[in-house]
């Protein structure tokens, strides 16, 4: 099957290309330097087109968007649509079911998604909705920084039985990468209890939260795995917590990057860009966070945009969530993991004239833009922390208009004039900007630059052709026409198969779901597999023999191979 | 010979995954480790031999082909118009699929044995969250454990000894030593007969006397009278101290406490305890499910349809009130005109008006065993047992999913095969 898509605005910020009139030629799903004259051909008519759009953090399968779902059926009565005859019926605002997450995505023009955590034990669960959500490719990285044999090693100072666990839990839980969320303080929230800093010791394990960072990053980089340690700093939620992020982020210079890209991804940094020492003096320090950043070249962050109205909490981090719900009084779903980690769900709701919903708002948008590179901060809500994923273009519309933003700081909280310097940064990006921030950037964080996030020869045929012509207009002027068309794009093609046309849902195929299999010394692997089958025999509830994900959960795999002996390093 | 270990047993909520079972011939030998219940539902007993079917109610069955059992059940379900289908708990999570798949092409009110079990706790969990945990956070941590309205010794035979009295884990290392258990029931059971200490409440009384410690946790106790729901107040601000010193504290519910006066919100008051108990040391609460794979359904549902039970897909798309869309409700108004059960007795454990409409109404059912649901039924089609005969997917109690192993060859077809032909003969006899 051939396709020939014509007289395009391209923007391929990987090839340089920033809105020629380019021709893309696909075959077999994948983008070719030239096709037969029998193809089928997409006029662009001069319209803005990009790669498929990719997203590296939102929560959009397992446990905890279910856990979401069960709680907050006030969501779930938002945005239902009926089946069609090609769709499924779609439910949910912040919280959609399956059908929904692939096709609202499709819809934005987006083809790739990664849920940003699942603990091993529950990635079962994790693979039940991802076999479900149609159209997109996903993964999902998996926990870490709590679990039980990590501690072990670390404390142990035995790296190449941390890197071989890591190895395991990978193949374990099918997952992308490797996630860390406050690092320590999921088994401290086993006795309702938290780790307050990079230095504290978790009690039993002996180790401290700087060590497990630190080690994991160089597992990390020793097995060569496509992602770095994605982490979510401690402390996070907590006033003051910038200075956290930055020792945190300071950390990524114990470790060599094994490829180009960052040692250390700190992800949704509105939520650890904190200052303050309680919520009446909470003031923003994005302009520390993006300015650490500037200055260095292995760290990444990603935005967690706030967006107004309804959000879902959910995170491992179970002490934040108890602390939120205690805080707005809201309902609290709670899950610790035995051996692994914690996690937590709380509804919110964003609030233009609540001082720190302001604030929170205008740090997003400050990451976003005082930070020079945009291959250095992805575009992203957090969905649904910071609000639902189908708000990406209302944030691209910020971030391209410095209008809008005027316009919107005059309906928010007052605060955000003295606590954050979000009035007088008139930066506007270009369409490149956002080209990168949405899928080449992310892409390359990612480590899948090779086939995603670009519109070169040899790249999936994942693409998006959206509504406006880029020579024809000012996004600083016609925000709201950028934010319609990116709502909802003229066409989406995933894997050469237009699967969005004029914003309707047009096919529904079948994504894959990309995993690491790691390899290390058998040995290292023999020696490791001896600690985990004793907490097996005597700590897990359930049997080692039923652990891990089979392959009848992972239908439609795409294998990135990494590891120590595969030679990567 | 074959000796199948690491087995699952498709019994209860607790999803035992320790399970060795010995075959040969096809047939089940042996079961090891599992308990009475565990081993008689892995073994085996009164299997429906084949498809039956009549007109008549009162009549005797006459058995059919599975073709013509399908064809029935498809010209029933198609020429419904508000038909229910319900049931699911003892199925595969691969069968919910297809299940809410069909509800979607009949828009049929698709409900699971929840409704009369623990759907009053999906309730408080919409009204309050649930601060849970798995099963194994118990087992390593805790030093209190609470069974209010629940018998494991009965219902859940192995949950004491696997998860939470007498297991022994990485920071209880003496298991029911290093425990203190507290029965909470208005009768003295098994489980309250081995429990440190057994809090005997009047029949009725639980939302009381849980807001009763709820205001001493609080500091008011001079507002508690001197009896609660029978129970004098020195022994509740006496509970209150215990609940506070524990250091892990695990609260297991079932029907005492979901199925009795004030039902969900009871629930509601429960979790809301445990959330301010956090305040002062680490509690979680979790539900006693009963059979195997009812939160398997609750989570299938979920994420297709973004409701746990009880979904009403006659708008085309899902619509959820409990009260108005529960199999009873449909049921006890006389909507529904025509019933699917599958995997679940609606015969043995409806309310008698329920029965009664089904005894109206033609009903389909689904299942390997003959049960009261049966007696009510016209279309009768018996398919292989679930996690015996089937391989596939069930979630624990505390939301661990698991996938079961198939022990020996079915001898008849899966609910899936038959769940496709009929959704397919469904579209063929509608038109879509």
Known sequence: MELLIKNGAVYDPKNGIKGDKTDISIKDGKIVKSVSSSAKIIDAGGRLVMAGGVDGHSHIAGAKVNVGRLMRPEDTRIGIKPRTKITRPQTGYTVPNVYAMGYRYAQMGYTTVFEAAQAIMKARHTHEELEEIPIIDKGALTLFGSNWPTMDFVREKDMDKLAAYVAWGLLASRGYGVKVVNPGGGEMWGYGKNVTGLDDVVPSFDVTPREIIVSLMKA???????????????????????????????????????????????????????????WGDFESKADEIANYVNNCDNVTIDMGQLIWGSATTMTADGPVQYANAKLLHAKWGNGDVELEDASGVVPIFYVKQISVHAIMWAIGLE?????????????????????????????????????????????????????????????????????????????????????????????????????????????????????????????????????????????????????????????????????????????????????????????????VKAGISAGVN | MTVITDALCPFCGCTCDDITVVVEDNKIMEVKNACKIGVAKIKGHHRIKAPMMRTDKKGEFKEVSYDEAIEAASKILA???????????????????????????????????????????????????LPSATLGQVKNRADLVVFWGSNPVHAHPRHMGRYSVFAKGFFNEKGRRGRKVIVVDVRKTD????????????????????????????????????????????????????????????????????????????IDNAISLITELNAFTKYVITPMRGHYNVTGFGNVCAWETGYGTAVDFARGAPYYNPGETAANDVLLRKETDAAMIIAGDAGAHFPADSVRQLARIPVIQIDPYWNPTTEVANVVIPVAICGVEVEGTAYRMDGVSLRYRKMIEPTHPTDVEILEKITERVRKIRGD
């Open chain 1, 220 to 278: 990390n980089e020793m097995l060569g795995l496509p992602h770095s340690v994605h982490l979510h700093c401690n402390n996070l939620g907590k006033p003051g917590n910038y200075k956290t992020t930055l020792a945190s982020m300071e950390l990524a210079n114990q470790v060599k990057a094994s490829k180009d890209r960052q040692v250390l991804h700190v992800t949704h940094a509105t939520f650890n860009a904190w200052g303050g020492t309680n």
């Open chain 1, 367 to 559: 990451l976003a833009l005082l930070t020079k590179d945009p291959y250095k901060v992805l575009l992203t809500t957090d969905h649904p922390n910071g609000g639902p994923f189908v708000n990406y273009p209302e944030v691209i519309a910020l971030l391209m208009s410095n209008k809008k933003r005027q316009e919107e700081i005059k309906t928010v909280h007052e605060a955000v004039h003295k606590r954050t310097k979000i009035p007088g940064i008139d930066r506007e990006l270009d369409f490149n900007d956002i080209a990168i921030m949405t899928r080449t950037g992310s892409a390359k964080v990612l480590g899948l630059l090779d086939t995603k996030g670009h519109l070169g020869v040899g790249a999936d045929a994942d693409i998006a052709i959206y509504d406006i012509k880029p020579d024809q207009i000012d996004p600083s002027v016609e925000h709201a026409k950028v934010k319609s068309a990116f709502q909802s794009a003229a066409y989406t093609i995933k894997g050469g198969e237009v699967v969005v046309k004029d914003g309707q849902i047009t096919a529904t195929p079948v994504g894959r779901t990309y995993w690491v299999d790691a390899s290390v010394p058998q040995e290292h692997t023999d020696i490791m597999m001896k600690d985990i089958r004793h907490k097996f025999k005597n700590y897990y509830s359930i049997g080692l023999a039923n652990y891990m994900v089979q392959d009848a959960y992972v239908t439609h795999p795409k294998v």
């Open chain 2, 79 to 129: 020429g419904s118009t508000r038909p229910l289908l319900y049931g699911w708990a003892s199925a595969l999570c691969e069968v919910h699929k297809k299940g809410i798949l069909l509800a979607e092409e009949l828009g049929a009110i698709i409900d699971n044995t929840a409704t009369v079990c623990h759907a009053p706790s999906t309730l408080a969990v919409h009204e309050k969250g």
């Open chain 2, 191 to 266: 489980t309250a007969a081995m429990a440190d200490e057994y809090i005997q409440l009047q029949q009725g009384s639980d939302y009381l006397v849980i807001s009763a410690l709820r205001a001493i946790l609080a500091g008011q106790a001079a507002v508690v009278p001197d009896v609660v729901g029978g129970v004098p107040k020195e022994q509740l601000v006496k509970l209150v101290d215990t609940l506070k010193a524990a250091k892990f504290g695990a609260v297991f519910f079932g029907m005492g406490l979901t199925q009795s006066i004030s039902r969900y919100k009871n």
